[in-house]
């Protein structure tokens, strides 16, 4: 190192990483840089640049977008004549900015790459696609502060995140178009953004039933184990079905999401029968099924089928929380995987329910690169859900979608649903679209 070399322990061991790659690459400098941020805290940096005057979101990337001379090596000097901390951050903020700008014309060459981060766990760069924000954004209705928020590498990085493959034990899976079983749907998602992007989400009215079975807790108290499954008959569920269906083909919603443990085990044929029929350009192009409460070998899983175009299975989720309260604890076998299908209309994950607010989750989510959040959902109130939303707006520039209902009957959880969208009315207030409970749908556009 250089006699200029700065003296913090932190910066030192950055120099280190950044030398020691081999090669190194603008990929390998971006997961560095952003998980070096990352480990030292965003909050404390940002605070310093501030207490000396400098808006860390005017410091201009380095290298220039013309700097044809640059290099990555070159960044390693660009910080090592930095001897003070905030010039080093300041330098180094400016890189992080400048590698994010030079990556998107690299697309192809290192999204696959398993690359070390200065925490030691293992990263990809994959594309941010905030499709939806960018939309609001070049009308002029971007979400209040997204580009100059704090406390978020989104406001630096507009381009790509470092994403993680693994968080507290649940692994991100990054689906790549070539990744889907159907890759017609990411054409057809294509088309949908160019003709204007709506989603449908429908709270089936049909009836479910709650069954009951003794357990004790951990200190040997009684609790009941909860299973849900769908109660109405084959052709009720066949006509409202239907009626979805046809709905979100008139609307030529790209996207159809139906709320959490309301379809059965047989009611997937009966989507893949009534898909199947439709033409090569039609809608839905996929469908977000909460399935009921289904056996799997001595347990129970919770999950949503993403359902294709024709009807065909194209992936599963698995309920990555269970509900538990005092009295009663849903018997399932919890999911290990978040899955991040990556489309021409944004990152798309499926949540289910106590999914979106889950704190182990929840940091899953923020770590991840999703920003369309297609939410089945059963519960009596949404608040939560809504809440933590808002923060998915800072964090991943994130649409929201959450499909409700509840079991009482009349149903008050139909009003629950509601969509968040990153992007401001023409009043000035962020999106919150909610369904009206004596409808059957939440229609949501993207205009």
């Not at 952003?34 to 380095?62: H, K, M």
């Not at 004790?216 to 269906?245: I, M, N, Y």
């Not at 009315?425 to 949501?444: E, F, H, K, N, Q």
Request: aromatic share 6%.
């Amino acid at each position: 190192m250089t006699s200029a070399c700065p003296t913090s322990t932190k910066q030192r061991q950055l120099l280190e990483r950044l030398q020691a790659a081999s090669p190194l690459d603008d990929a390998t400098a971006f997961v560095l840089l952003w998980t070096y941020f990352e480990t030292i805290g965003l909050s404390e940096v940002e605070n310093a640049f501030v207490l000396s005057d400098v808006l860390p979101q005017t410091i201009a990337p380095y290298p220039r977008d013309n700097d044809r001379k640059y290099r990555p090596p070159h960044g390693i000097a660009h910080l090592e004549h930095q001897r003070q901390l905030l010039n080093f951050d300041q330098a180094a903020v400016a890189w992080l900015k400048g590698v994010d700008r030079r990556l998107a014309t690299q697309t192809g060459t290192f999204e696959e790459q398993s690359i070390e981060g200065f925490d030691g766990q293992r990263y990809r760069v994959r594309a941010a696609n905030n499709s939806i924000a960018s939309w609001f954004a070049e009308a002029g209705r971007e979400i209040a502060g997204s580009r100059k928020q704090s406390l978020s590498l989104a406001a630096y990085c507009r381009n790509f995140r470092a994403v993680p493959s693994a968080v507290k034990g649940i692994a991100i899976e990054c689906v790549s178009a070539e990744g889907w079983s159907d890759p017609s749907v990411d054409d057809r998602l294509r088309k949908a953004a160019k003709d204007g992007l709506r989603f449908l989400c429908w709270p089936l009215r049909v009836p479910l039933r709650v069954d009951e079975s003794p357990a004790k807790s951990d200190d040997g108290q009684p609790r009941k184990l909860l299973r849900v499954t769908v109660a109405a008959r084959d052709d009720v569920r066949r006509a409202e079905l239907a009626r979805a269906v046809a709905s979100a083909r008139e609307q030529k919603a790209a996207i159809l999401v139906f709320p959490e443990l309301s379809i059965s085990h047989r009611d997937i044929a009966i989507l893949h029968e009534l898909l199947q029929a439709h033409d090569h350009d039609d809608y839905p192009i996929l469908t977000v099924a909460g399935v009921e409460h289904s056996p799997r070998g001595r347990s129970w899983i919770n999950e949503a089928v993403i359902v294709g175009p024709y009807g065909q299975t194209l992936r599963r989720h698995l309920k990555l929380s269970r509900y538990g309260d005092d009295d009663y604890v849903e018997q399932i076998e919890t999911g290990t995987t978040l899955s991040v299908l990556e489309s021409p209309i944004g990152n798309l994950a499926t949540l289910i329910c106590l999914d979106v607010f889950n704190r182990t989750v929840q940091s899953v989510v923020e770590a991840s690169h999703a920003n369309v959040l297609l939410v089945p959902s059963l519960s009596p109130s949404t608040t939560p859900h809504e809440r933590t939303a808002y923060g998915y707006l800072a964090s991943n520039l994130a649409t929201t979608l959450v499909s409700n209902r509840w079991i009482d009957e009349p149903d008050s959880g139909r009003g629950k649903t509601f969509a968040v969208l990153p992007g401001k009315s023409l009043t000035g207030a962020t999106i919150v679209l909610r369904m009206d409970p004596a409808g059957d749908a939440l229609l949501i556009e993207i205009q």
